[in-house]
């Protein structure tokens, strides 16, 4: 109990959340679910029609607890282990100990599996016996389940989803092995410690789940089915660590949000199956009636992609992907309201249409097709991939996106400028507004970036590309400085959640300093104190950029109300409402961080950074940034800054980089396996010019 307090990366308790909503999830790219849950989910698997499609639920053979009858005094824990990946159960006695791990594994992202281990801990030739207790019932109120043939031990059942999501739409089929439960398992006389393991293979053909299941045999005979999903997360870690000399709940908080996001994202190489995106809830959640359904928002492009960009581009790429295979249905979603190009879904699911149950938020918080944008250019400043635009679908995307936006905007004579008219913003208290200024400037984002790679591309730029961007109306009161959330916005009124503050970051729109602290001062005493939890991390990044780092501080602590015990679950709200394993919240959070703290900016030509840490950090240590297909660590105190390449691809080669420090512009080559430092400045990293002879 006590190592797990002092390990920021292990969560414990002697006792289970009384709301099984806070247990902990396992979950890989592919499957995901909370532990003691009798239903799993499949990553793009739903069931439903339109605004009632939700994730297909899928009963759970890994839905075990582990009981010893008779026993008196038994010391139980549970444990998340965030650098394995892995939920035990620990019950010990005087004679003996059993440990339950669950897991879903991070490499073999088919598979799930549980392992129950009885070791004798005294003298005793007793038998030891355990009883599993699971309420499995082969059966799902969203699948046409059918009983196959046992293969390799496993039992099988296979069949299609009920409903589809639109009209003629495909009904993925489903296939899981699994093995068979006993009602007990007895360590003998004789023994002195055995293990025993159980798979459950899930995929969506025949071949894949008798193959998957298969190669999780072979590896239990080899002994190494949980090794090698543990040395799968101790890569991860490796190639995404971030520590921090600090408090010891800011660092449960930022390992118990990395944890819960890198399960997200799928494997590197080919992970064998179609990314279908991110949920506000993850895996773990969205079955009928319960976080958003398991439905795709602006909260996966704005809030959680960043950081897994930061890391791992080829995830983020995933992502993009996610959205480049769903254009169809944005390209319809645009026609249907009567616009050009596309328009994606406030609410998506495996068809890029509009599955909002709402129509109201489906039909005017349409700032998330610019959101999508905004995550395309991301990872085209970070990683220079031309091909996705070129060869795999991006640039349609991208020239669909400037399209709706163009459609969407009204020239105002008496203003001389385009309006975008009867919009929700992001704050949803308000709706059928005009000019809200965070979809107006995410949409002049959108045309500024399209343009840009059309030029990269060589492709002509629409002239009405360009005017459009010029000349969409930006709300902003001259005389109080500062940017009214929409036309008509009076100082004061409520607002739900971070909006007009986003403007700052990630935006960047330009602003001078005096009217980026005006826009922190208006809205932060007017947003509603126990709305979405990654609200106050937006206000922390305004005043960190401000250097107001106490004040900054003390917007960040406001989150900590949303990080549940033991597990570290996040809830949507404060009060506990909406949704839970709430991603979203997390990716905030974790941008406060890994762009609060250190500065980082991403442009079309740099990385920028200006550290800037409160009083209780002494120290961040950030390992593998990825930058133009380079990786990087930065190692950062309020005294001295060290950078250090530590990989260095050859093949393709990856740009060389230097640092420049923004007052004396004085610039450090970078080398792989060297390092640089200087006095902690503000500065940034770039490709090294080429010389010119």
């Given at each position: 109990?006590?190592?797990?307090?002092?390990?920021?990366?292990?969560?414990?308790?002697?006792?289970?959340?009384?709301?099984?909503?806070?247990?902990?999830?396992?979950?890989?790219?592919?499957?995901?679910?909370?532990?003691?849950?009798?239903?799993?989910?499949?990553?793009?698997?739903?069931?439903?029609?339109?605004?009632?499609?939700?994730?297909?639920?899928?009963?759970?053979?890994?839905?075990?607890?582990?009981?010893?009858?008779?026993?008196?005094?038994?010391?139980?824990?549970?444990?998340?282990?965030?650098?394995?990946?892995?939920?035990?159960?620990?019950?010990?006695s005087t004679d003996y100990t059993v440990t339950h791990q669950i897991y879903a594994h991070r490499s073999l992202?088919?598979?799930?599996?549980?392992?129950?281990?009885?070791?004798?801990?005294?003298?005793?030739?007793?038998?030891?016996?355990?009883?599993?207790?699971?309420?499995?019932?082969?059966?799902?109120?969203?699948?046409?389940?059918?009983?196959?043939?046992?293969?390799?031990?496993?039992?099988?059942?296979?069949?299609?989803?009920?409903?589809?999501?639109?009209?003629?739409?495909?009904?993925?089929?489903?296939?899981?092995?699994?093995?068979?439960?006993?009602?007990?398992?007895?360590?003998?006389?004789?023994?002195?410690?055995?293990?025993?393991?159980?798979?459950?293979?899930?995929?969506?053909?025949?071949?894949?789940?008798?193959?998957?299941?298969?190669?999780?045999?072979?590896?239990?005979?080899?002994?190494?089915?949980?090794?090698?999903?543990?040395?799968?997360?101790?890569?991860?870690?490796?190639?995404?660590?971030?520590?921090?000399?600090?408090?010891?709940?800011?660092?449960?908080?930022?390992?118990?949000?990395?944890?819960?996001?890198?399960?997200?994202?799928?494997?590197?190489?080919?992970?064998?199956?179609?990314?279908?995106?991110?949920?506000?809830?993850?895996?773990?959640?969205?079955?009928?009636?319960?976080?958003?359904?398991?439905?795709?928002?602006?909260?996966?492009?704005?809030?959680?992609?960043?950081?897994?960009?930061?890391?791992?581009?080829?995830?983020?790429?995933?992502?993009?992907?996610?959205?480049?295979?769903?254009?169809?249905?944005?390209?319809?979603?645009?026609?249907?309201?009567?616009?050009?190009?596309?328009?994606?879904?406030?609410?998506?699911?495996?068809?890029?249409?509009?599955?909002?149950?709402?129509?109201?938020?489906?039909?005017?918080?349409?700032?998330?097709?610019?959101?999508?944008?905004?995550?395309?250019?991301?990872?085209?400043?970070?990683?220079?991939?031309?091909?996705?635009?070129?060869?795999?679908?991006?640039?349609?995307?991208?020239?669909?996106?400037?399209?709706?936006?163009?459609?969407?905007?009204?020239?105002?004579?008496?203003?001389?400028?385009?309006?975008?008219?009867?919009?929700?913003?992001?704050?949803?208290?308000?709706?059928?507004?005009?000019?809200?200024?965070?979809?107006?400037?995410?949409?002049?984002?959108?045309?500024?970036?399209?343009?840009?790679?059309?030029?990269?591309?060589?492709?002509?730029?629409?002239?009405?590309?360009?005017?459009?961007?010029?000349?969409?109306?930006?709300?902003?009161?001259?005389?109080?400085?500062?940017?009214?959330?929409?036309?008509?916005?009076?100082?004061?009124?409520?607002?739900?959640?971070?909006?007009?503050?986003?403007?700052?970051?990630?935006?960047?729109?330009?602003?001078?300093?005096?009217?980026?602290?005006?826009?922190?001062?208006?809205?932060?005493?007017?947003?509603?104190?126990?709305?979405?939890?990654?609200?106050?991390?937006?206000?922390?990044?305004?005043?960190?950029?401000?250097?107001?780092?106490?004040?900054?501080?003390?917007?960040?602590?406001?989150?900590?109300?949303?990080?549940?015990?033991?597990?570290?679950?996040?809830?949507?709200?404060?009060?506990?409402?909406?949704?839970?394993?709430?991603?979203?919240?997390?990716?905030?959070?974790?941008?406060?961080?890994?762009?609060?703290?250190?500065?980082?900016?991403?442009?079309?030509?740099?990385?920028?950074?200006?550290?800037?840490?409160p009083d209780d950090v002494n120290k961040l240590s950030i390992t593998g940034v990825s930058y133009v297909g380079?990786?990087?660590?930065?190692?950062?105190?309020?005294?001295?800054?060290?950078?250090?390449?530590?990989?260095?691809?050859?093949?393709?080669?990856?740009?060389?980089?230097?640092?420049?420090?923004?007052?004396?512009?004085?610039?450090?080559?970078?080398?792989?396996?060297?390092?640089?430092?200087?006095?902690?400045?503000?500065?940034?990293?770039?490709?090294?010019?080429t010389e010119t002879p």
């Amino acid at each position: 109990m006590a190592d797990g307090k002092e390990d920021p990366t292990v969560f414990s308790s002697t006792s289970l959340p009384l709301d099984p909503r806070l247990l902990a999830t396992v979950t890989n790219a592919y499957l995901g679910t909370r532990v003691y849950r009798d239903i799993l989910h499949i990553n793009g698997v739903y069931n439903g029609a339109v605004g009632d499609t939700h994730r297909a639920d899928i009963p759970s053979p890994v839905n075990v607890r582990v009981m010893v009858p008779g026993a008196d005094s038994l010391a139980e824990t549970f444990t998340l282990n965030t650098q394995t990946g892995t939920f035990s159960h620990v019950l010990r006695s005087t004679d003996y100990t059993v440990t339950h791990q669950i897991y879903a594994h991070r490499s073999l992202v088919h598979l799930m599996a549980f392992s129950v281990t009885i070791q004798r801990s005294a003298r005793t030739t007793q038998p030891i016996t355990v009883c599993l207790q699971t309420p499995f019932v082969p059966k799902s109120q969203d699948l046409d389940l059918n009983r196959g043939l046992d293969f390799q031990g496993a039992h099988y059942i296979h069949g299609k989803t009920l409903v589809p999501e639109v009209e003629g739409g495909p009904r993925p089929t489903v296939h899981m092995l699994w093995t068979p439960v006993p009602q007990a398992l007895t360590l003998c006389g004789e023994e002195q410690e055995r293990s025993w393991e159980f798979l459950t293979a899930v995929a969506e053909s025949q071949e894949e789940v008798k193959r998957s299941y298969s190669d999780g045999l072979a590896l239990i005979a080899a002994g190494s089915l949980h090794s090698s999903h543990a040395h799968a997360w101790a890569a991860l870690w490796r190639d995404s660590c971030v520590d921090l000399d600090g408090p010891l709940p800011l660092r449960q908080a930022v390992y118990g949000c990395l944890y819960y996001l890198l399960s997200a994202i799928p494997p590197r190489g080919n992970p064998g199956f179609l990314f279908h995106g991110i949920s506000p809830g993850g895996l773990s959640n969205g079955t009928r009636g319960e976080d958003y359904w398991g439905h795709v928002f602006w909260d996966q492009d704005t809030w959680m992609l960043p950081n897994i960009l930061l890391f791992y581009p080829e995830a983020a790429r995933a992502i993009l992907e996610y959205r480049i295979r769903t254009l169809e249905g944005a390209l319809r979603n645009a026609w249907e309201q009567g616009y050009k190009g596309a328009k994606f879904p406030w609410e998506s699911a495996a068809t890029g249409r509009e599955v909002c149950p709402e129509e109201i938020y489906g039909a005017q918080e349409i700032h998330v097709t610019g959101d999508v944008l905004m995550a395309f250019e991301q990872y085209y400043c970070t990683t220079l991939d031309q091909k996705l635009f070129r060869e795999d679908g991006g640039w349609k995307l991208v020239d669909a996106v400037a399209q709706y936006w163009c459609s969407r905007m009204v020239w105002n004579e008496e203003e001389q400028c385009y309006h975008i008219k009867g919009v929700m913003p992001p704050d949803e208290y308000h709706c059928r507004v005009d000019n809200s200024a965070y979809t107006n400037v995410v949409a002049q984002r959108s045309l500024k970036f399209a343009a840009d790679v059309a030029q990269d591309l060589l492709i002509p730029v629409p002239e009405e590309w360009v005017d459009c961007a010029k000349k969409v109306k930006v709300p902003f009161d001259a005389e109080k400085k500062y940017h009214p959330e929409y036309d008509g916005y009076s100082p004061g009124e409520p607002v739900k959640q971070a909006d007009v503050v986003l403007l700052g970051f990630p935006l960047m729109h330009p602003m001078s300093s005096e009217v980026r602290r005006n826009d922190l001062e208006m809205y932060e005493p007017v947003t509603e104190l126990s709305g979405p939890a990654m609200t106050w991390s937006m206000f922390a990044v305004g005043w960190l950029e401000l250097k107001e780092v106490q004040r900054a501080q003390s917007q960040l602590r406001k989150c900590f109300s949303n990080i549940t015990e033991p597990f570290k679950i996040w809830v949507e709200n404060s009060d506990g409402s909406g949704a839970v394993n709430f991603l979203t919240g997390m990716g905030g959070f974790l941008q406060a961080v890994l762009f609060g703290y250190t500065g980082f900016r991403i442009t079309r030509s740099s990385l920028c950074f200006d550290p800037a840490f409160p009083d209780d950090v002494n120290k961040l240590s950030i390992t593998g940034v990825s930058y133009v297909g380079n990786k990087l660590k930065f190692t950062i105190t309020k005294e001295e800054m060290r950078i250090e390449v530590t990989e260095c691809p050859r093949n393709p080669p990856a740009s060389p980089l230097e640092a420049v420090l923004e007052e004396s512009g004085q610039r450090f080559p970078l080398r792989e396996g060297q390092s640089i430092s200087f006095p902690t400045a503000a500065g940034w990293i770039r490709r090294l010019p080429t010389e010119t002879p």
